[in-house]
């Protein structure tokens, strides 16, 4: 399904003081990728797949919140100018609401494939939404200690969506990757003052929080989480989040390179023209590495700069791309363990252990994980029986990333992705490297021989 029958076209009218401007949709890109018809990176404008009609209308932001409201946060837009503004869409029915929180798997696409046109859309400054959290007081139950927070920060295809299925069983209001967060993390983390991004953080994520308690079934939650995109970019993100939210907690999900990498590239040609994936292997095999020199984070940048780190023999510019943002993913995680005690606490989940056979220790790690983000109490083997019931199906299955057929390396790509973790690898403190690069341990990881912290981490859990 592409493009609505009516071309896009966002208005520019700004809403009188203390008001919001209120619009109707009248063309959304329904295709199936975080940045849908551009097949862009993720992060980018919604105003380009949202088309609207002028209503001439200004509100009160406070129409969003009312009882049963159908309204979502979709995007912040222009965070590094000096009018950014707040884009909230309303959908058609609590019904689809709930649905798009519960049942799709990724809140950036899945709204677009839900919205209806003709429903209204509201825009609204920072200035307006920061006043109406104040006047509001909608921060006072996270800061009196009532409702906990936490984020599963991942590398991408290593079942952080089936957490965020198990945690909605547990009652949690959690956030697949909303577009906000997209925009805030890809975006804008390296674009704006930190404390205009922490700032932007707290009112993206209060608005999606009590707007999903308008929700009958949510209005007594009081635990919600977050579930990011994969998380190269951490270390810039980390502390304005944290000092945002200084009670969150964390986990973090990983899986063995090759397996993520191998999952994306399924992922992309199923959901990409296969002319921009040919286009773009083809500038690869042209130009090689000195391509992707600048996505490796700068610490582990020697190894690939001296053409020691094999690169150039995996055959897909986009499954070399993502290696490398795999190793950030690792890098940015290790990084800020070693540096905040929210990070040094929080508990690692490779795959592997997550989903493993052995169901005493599935249930092991997972009620441990639900343990230290606050979403259960020792002793409460309901909610851990209802998150053990997601596990039955595909957490994915109503998304390209569900569809997507397994398979696609070859063993050239894949022993080169093997080498090229294998050189890298060690520059990362504390990881260990399992099976010449074929898969790793990070400290901390819940049922492995790594699960007790590095010596970094055990200072900070202990200061």
Known sequence: MGLDPVGHAFPQRHASTGKVAQFTLASVDRIDHPAGGSYTAPGGTATKMLGCADSGVDVDLAVAFEPGSNFILYAIEELSSQDPFFIFLELESAEVKQKLICEEAFIDRGARMVATLGCRVLVASLATVENYMNTAALEAPIEQGLWSLSIVWNTGRCGSTLMHKALLACGVGSFSEPQWLDQLCHSDAKQVNPLLLSKAFKLCWLMDIHLLRCLPSYHEASKFSLNPKSCGWLSTVAKPF??????????????????????????????????????????????????????????????????????????????????????????????????????????????????????????????????????????????????????????????????????????????????????????IPGVIIERDGANILIPGSLGTSAEEPTQASKKLRCS
């Open 242 to 427: 944290t000092d945002a939210f200084p009670s969150l907690r964390h986990c973090f999900m990983y899986r063995a390179c090759d397996q993520v990498a191998e999952s994306f590239s399924s992922l992309d040609a199923a959901s990409m023209p296969p002319e921009m994936l040919a286009e773009a292997d083809a500038k690869w095999k042209q130009q090689g590495p000195p391509m992707l020199h600048n996505v490796l984070a700068d610490n582990l940048r020697k190894p690939l700069i001296s053409g020691d780190m094999p690169l150039g023999t995996i055959e897909s510019c986009r499954v070399a791309r993502r290696t490398l943002v795999w190793l950030n993913c690792i890098n940015a995680w290790i990084a800020v363990q070693a540096t905040a005690e929210a990070f040094a606490k929080a508990p690692a989940l490779r795959m592997d252990e997550f989903v493993s056979k052995d169901l005493d220790k599935r249930e092991a790690i997972l009620r441990e994980t639900l343990l230290h983000l606050d979403v259960i109490t020792d002793g409460d083997d309901a909610k851990v029986k209802a998150a053990l019931e997601v596990f039955k199906e595909n957490s994915q299955k109503n998304s390209a990333m569900g569809a997507a057929k397994k398979g696609g390396l070859s063993e050239k790509c894949r022993n080169a992705i093997f080498e090229c973790i294998a050189k890298v690898g060690p520059l």
